[in-house]
């Protein structure tokens, strides 16, 4: 009975979670469409992404907190409100200017979807154990790159790219069924009392100064980041570039993608046998090791699609090692907190993304070279992040409840 209400609690956060998400991978494959649609340049559609990933980010800021304050429930209903409206009117815009703007305000309805299924993990369980409940869930969440740009495709196929934003308005219609009658409130009453405006700017400048919680969540984000380059850059290079059809660049997309969510479920029987934090160090060192293989052959002149595929699928999966996990070691000694610290982990992290891709899409071409360059120095400075924040030894208290906690 308790191994069932483990699953079923991973795949209600996990479908909350993809939420979000599904309304990026099903919308990658009709980019180019939609600036053809809208007579838009590359880089102005790229904002329409750019714009996602921010409020994305700057939205778990006030979900976080709320959520520590009045329950997880009523902001996560809030949310998926605010995400369905603004998915209408997406589908409904008739120029990049108004698709930019309605795509923030539908980053900030996604938002909750993000922010509060962590603190969820968080209040549910802790060490190895909260491991895998954030792995399970990720495998949930998976649905979305591995499946939604094939949807997308479809879709796109027979309706146009406007019919993907009525398709994640009904997802999201989906998502408030799923809270109302399958999530129960996992913040009690009594844990609230002590939740206010105060507590939690109090809890946003005790997280800022707590290095150990920025290095895991800059960690994470590094990693996030060479991802979210190529969520911008991919459709471009691999269908204008390398001239792949919309359902075939799906299908590459969707692979690597598997590897991340494939090699996730391994964390906690990862961090039982080596410990989480060497689970870490060691992914990142990996991941960092075939980036820079890769920057290599770009720059030596290769051009093969083969190669880019291939050798990001590795670094994918080392990633899927990463993000979880320095998730879960960012929240651990934060409990009391947990909405307000899952809140600023995912902001940074957005917000890290947001500015990759930003800055990348200056220097975007449509050919593989800026996006690698950006992909490898996301993984580069991770790595360095690493061996700064986890090769330093903890305080021996801190050192023992987590391995009071992982036990």
Known sequence: MQTTRFFKMALILGLLSAIGPFAIDMYLPALPEIGASLGAEVSAVQWSLTAFFVSLGVGQLFYGPISDMVGRKPPLYAGLLLFTLASVGCALATDIETLVALRFVQGLGAAAGMAIPRAVVRDLHTGTEAARLMSLLMLVFSISPLLAPLAGSGVIALTGWRGVFWAVAVAAVAGLVLVSQGLQETRPAADRLE??????????????????????VFIGGCSMAGFFVYLAGSPFVLINHYGLTPVQYSLAFSVNAAAFFAAAQFN???GRRFGLVNTVKAAVTGAGVIMVALLAYYLAGGDQLAVLLGLYFFASALMGLVIPTTSVLALEEHGAIAGTASALLGTLQMLIGAVAMGVVGLFATGKPLPMVVGMASGALMGLVLTWVTLGRSRPVQAQAQAQNQAS
């Not at 939740?195 to 895991?216: E, I």
């Open 195 to 216: 939740s206010s405006l105060g507590s939690a700017l109090s809890g946003y400048a005790l997280l800022l100064r707590d290095w150990h919680y920025m290095g895991l």
């Open 268 to 270: 906690a029987q990862l």
